[in-house]
């Protein structure tokens, strides 16, 4: 069992900078996929970017490629989302999740462990 904490979240206007952490309690941190997800009133939620779990590979979805930058620290059991060039649509809860296989999806659901989620909200 993976428990996730999500914190970072916050106000900020369009334009500037935020970034997520998430820590995992997993001893085997180092062993998982890690991601983030975004939820926003009203829609589903979606994909915002992955890691690898030995760290060397990354994935973004379009719309935050080029300003959104994940990575992950083993030693603190953590992975953080940073966010630049922030815009109102980027506004929702962010969630972190953690994945046992090693191939990088897309997909909800085939995500095995959620945090609770951190709410970003970017005024224009």
């Known amino acids: 069992q993976v428990q996730l904490v999500e914190s970072g979240g916050g106000l900020v206007q369009a334009g500037g900078s935020l970034r997520l952490s998430c820590v995992a309690s997993?001893?085997?941190?180092?062993?998982?996929?890690m991601g983030w997800f975004r939820q926003a009133p009203g829609k589903e939620r979606e994909f915002v970017a992955a890691?690898?779990?030995?760290?060397?590979?990354?994935y973004y979805a379009d719309s935050v490629k080029g300003r959104f930058t994940i990575s992950r620290d083993s030693a603190k059991n953590t992975v953080y989302l940073q966010m630049n060039s922030l815009k109102p649509e980027d506004t929702a809860a962010y969630y972190c999740?953690?994945?046992?296989?090693?191939?990088?999806?897309?997909?909800?659901?085939?995500?095995?462990?959620w945090g609770q989620g951190t709410q970003v909200t970017v005024s224009s």
């Open positions: 999740a953690a994945k046992v296989t090693k191939v990088l999806t897309t997909t909800p659901r085939s995500w095995d462990y």
């Open positions: 997993a001893r085997t941190f180092s062993s998982y996929s």
């Open positions: 890691i690898s779990w030995k760290g060397d590979s990354t």
